[in-house]
């Protein structure tokens, strides 16, 4: 393989990120490096090179771009990645770099689901504040602090990984369990659980929507997080799924290998 191709950069720790790297390899002979920035249980994946730590901010992702001849950022990053695609889509244009986001489509609410609709983490809980006496967080550790100062409910909070510090929390009881949830498995945790409010972010995807399903046919009302606002770069495709990023792959290298006989 010439040396002189250019790099993909593949920015992962998603479950639809390790299966692109999967098929990325199948399809293409460019060379593709994927980072698990930030990730502190890397997940398995295709042979082919992994990158695991920070870039360093904008200016540090910038340089790497440069230093290695990446021609394309693929951001597979999770939905609430705000900070990591607005430093990706920074780094592109600052290198003058392509750039596809991979974004799974967001939940739609069921006219069945009682969903209260909220723009961050902070105003979720504040409705905790006044609703729910046994409430499920399915928010990750970083999220936690706003609920501190909520002494009238018990929550269940449930993260993938064990958090680094004692969750900031009067009355609480961790459950450390990764997706996807089944259905039978999330009725039985509500109803041992006895919730009757979830706090949840809009991650879309089916890995853990069940909660919503189980939540729908209890009656069980959820706090729904609103995603993040985030700054598009212009011409920057948006891919719903896998086949559709793969097009705009196809689609960027057909564009490169033409560029480069010019």
Request: glycine residues 8%; aromatic residues 4%; charged residues 25%.
């Amino acid at each position: 393989m010439p040396i002189s191709q250019p790099k993909i950069l593949l920015l992962g720790g998603t479950g639809e990120a390790n299966q692109l790297a999967a098929r990325l390899r199948e399809v293409t002979d460019l060379p593709v490096v994927t980072s698990l920035a930030g990730r502190t249980r890397a997940p398995r994946l295709p042979d082919g090179e992994v990158r695991v730590g920070g870039f360093g901010g904008v200016g540090g992702l910038t340089d790497y771009l440069r230093r290695h001849d990446i021609r394309l950022i693929i951001n597979a990053t999770h939905p609430y990645a705000a900070q990591m695609s607005e430093n990706a889509r920074a780094a592109a244009t600052a290198a003058d770099v392509s750039l596809l986001r991979l974004l799974r489509p967001a939940w739609r609410r069921d006219p069945l689901d009682i969903w209260i609709e909220v723009e961050s983490t902070a105003a979720a809980a504040d409705i905790c504040r006044w609703h729910g006496q046994r409430i499920l967080l399915s928010l990750g550790g970083s999220d936690l602090a706003p609920f501190a100062k909520n002494t009238r409910s018990h929550f269940i909070v449930r993260m993938v990984d064990p958090p680094k510090q004692e969750p900031p929390l009067e009355r609480y009881e961790l459950i450390l369990s990764k997706g996807p949830f089944s259905w039978i498995d999330e009725r039985r945790l509500m109803m041992e659980h006895e919730i009757d409010l979830i706090v949840s972010k809009n991650s879309g995807g089916l890995a853990t929507y069940a909660k919503i399903d189980v939540a729908r046919d209890l009656a069980v009302p959820v706090v729904m997080i609103d995603r993040p606002a985030i700054a598009k770069q212009p011409g920057c495709p948006v891919a719903d799924n896998i086949d559709q990023a793969l097009t705009c792959v196809a689609a960027w290298a057909s564009s490169e290998a033409g560029a480069a006989r010019k």
